[in-house]
């Protein structure tokens, strides 16, 4: 098992992006901005993981929608086409109406760490327009989810 694969053995949510020709900038490398939608990419297969919607289309079950708050990026190592990004995203922490998010993205070509991102997702009543408690549902969900595994 290579270290990447060790890496991500951490994460409960694993995602591998192929690096497209058109996501580099004229510097060469892939632009700043292209992370961050990776990060959105891993925070959607997280959510979909929990079977939380993610767009409030269905009003009447009257859940919380979640939002972006807040996200940083701190990053280590440029990326060049071709390349196949692999990210791990988990739950680092939980507050009553919060929660954030924790990505690690690796390059399998250059078997290094490339960017650490976390974002703060507010849980939020799009009918009172205001945030909301984190429901039981997604609280559990995200409990078991970042449960570690059973030893043998």
Known sequence: ??????????????????????????????????????????????????????VMEDEQDGLPGVILAKQDCKYLFPVTYPDTIALGIRVSGMQEDRFTMHCRMFSRRHGRLVAIANAVMVTYDYRQRRKAPVPDRLSRGIHRLEEPPAAN
């Open 1 to 54: 098992m290579d270290d990447i694969s060790k890496e991500l053995k951490r994460f409960p949510v694993r995602v591998n992006i192929d690096v497209q020709w058109g996501e580099m900038d004229a510097a060469g490398h892939v632009s700043n901005v292209i992370y961050l939608r990776w990060f959105e990419h891993a925070r959607v297969a997280y959510m979909d993981n929990l079977k939380y919607p993610i």
